[in-house]
């Protein structure tokens, strides 16, 4: 039987202890191949690169514990998974996993988030995609706590197949010294950031911004992602790329805008 | 009786022909105050600036069919309504419209577009948004013939309220010489983009690409946003920033990942 094939890429860019643990442990599961950025994007959300040109690059990070192959790419997570399945992969991979990224990617961040990018623009061209990442920014975050599960929800994956249209956002608590407890399957939470931008004056006597916020949760609910990292459970949210709000038609169709004028 | 107050932004830039269009179509019927990129942001997704500086300036672009205010921004469509909402405008505004984007955000673009990504921001932040484009990528393509559904679309979601957690995706047939037939409430087409990737030599001898491609319809659906443009309709859609895929839950609380090992 041929080992299935793992496009593993990130948003935290090639050499982030994340990514290189996410390539450990699926080397137990599959043959690996790496197509990550360059360098970091985060908050890069679905961007990708249309007026200038990419770079590709086959790089050796890590002779012991590395992929089959590793590339660096110049663009964004969405762009390293096209190149990777039109340009870089022998076949079409089993699966595409993005992460393990240094920072929560629950609830509204998934909006926002380089990492899921990824996985939606595999889980886009029909490959089934996870997009993995530990609630801890640290560039030293354990990433060996959830080593279990991350290989327990992908040898799951693989062989009960992700729904079609899906893709995975798995959340994973910061813990001390003790795996997480266990895994929910949960609904993304009602949430937002509230925004609070310092402002500056700059050497030039011009105005300028640094984005900061804090986290605002609107959901008291226990079936969601939030509620299962804050006691002690690794998060799954199926997410799918049909934004579609179906239950809005109806209400849509009562307005007075289908006739000509 | 007060004017609405209306943020306009977009992903092609502050002077570009569709938001200059959509900021004269906004002036009659509310104040209008625009907040939108320096230079075009066309693919940027739903992009924010975490690690640099975001800078800010008042501007005047059109003396005469311009805006009550208007500000340019270094940064993203997000960055532009985060800024806008937290420190540019004078109070909440009662709605945010981005665009009127110069090319297609229907079907799957809507994951890729800056454009969206502006007017899903205000969503999440709980301003009634519309993201509106026209299927011409031309500089010169010819808002005016779409100029009285945009005004009627507008008109009627600031008398309805746009559903909670839905912002509108709003979508306008190139026409020739005459306006679009009439406005459909849609959902979002099933697509794709079959990427092809343009792969050169530099000068220093290093592969590069041009990412390139053609729009793949996966979808028959008369109720689509496709079929609707097609068929010389605007399309609306009902658009959601809540990406859960509810349907897929108990799916996957059949797999084996809820017992730790």
Excluded at 19 to 36: C, H, Q, S, Y
Excluded at 108 to 113: D, H, K, M, P
Excluded at 232 to 248: C, E, K, N, R, W
Aim: charged letters at 20%.
């Amino acid at each position: 039987m041929t080992k299935p094939l793992i496009l593993v890429t990130n948003d935290d860019g090639i050499t982030a202890p994340g990514l290189r643990a996410l390539v450990r442990f699926m080397k137990e599961i599959g043959d690996v191949i790496v197509v990550a950025p360059d360098s970091p994007q985060s908050g890069m959300g679905h961007a990708i690169t249309l007026d200038s040109t990419l770079h590709t690059e086959r790089v050796v990070i890590d002779k012991m514990h590395g992929a089959n192959e590793e590339y660096s790419c110049s663009g964004t997570p969405a762009d390293c998974v096209k190149l990777a399945l039109q340009e870089l992969l022998p076949r079409t991979p089993d699966l595409c996993v993005s992460g393990i990224n240094h920072g929560s990617n629950s609830s509204i961040n998934v909006i926002y988030s380089g990492t899921m990018s990824a996985a939606i623009e595999a889980g886009i061209e029909g490959i089934p995609a996870i997009g993995f990442s530990l609630c801890d920014y640290s560039w030293e975050a354990n990433f060996e706590l959830a080593s279990s599960y991350v290989k327990q929800i992908v040898s799951q994956a693989l062989l009960h197949k992700i729904p079609k249209g899906v893709v995975l956002n798995v959340n994973i608590p910061k813990t001390e010294n003790e795996s997480p407890k266990g895994i929910r399957i949960c609904r993304q939470a009602r949430a937002n950031w509230k925004e609070k931008f310092d402002k500056r004056i700059s050497p030039m006597g011009k105005d300028y911004y640094w984005l900061t916020g804090e986290f605002e949760l609107l959901d008291k609910g226990k079936d969601t992602d939030e509620w299962a990292l804050a006691n002690g459970y690794i998060s799954v949210v199926p997410t799918q790329f049909d934004l579609t709000a179906h239950h809005a038609i109806d209400d849509l169709n009562q307005w007075n805008i289908h006739e000509q004028e």
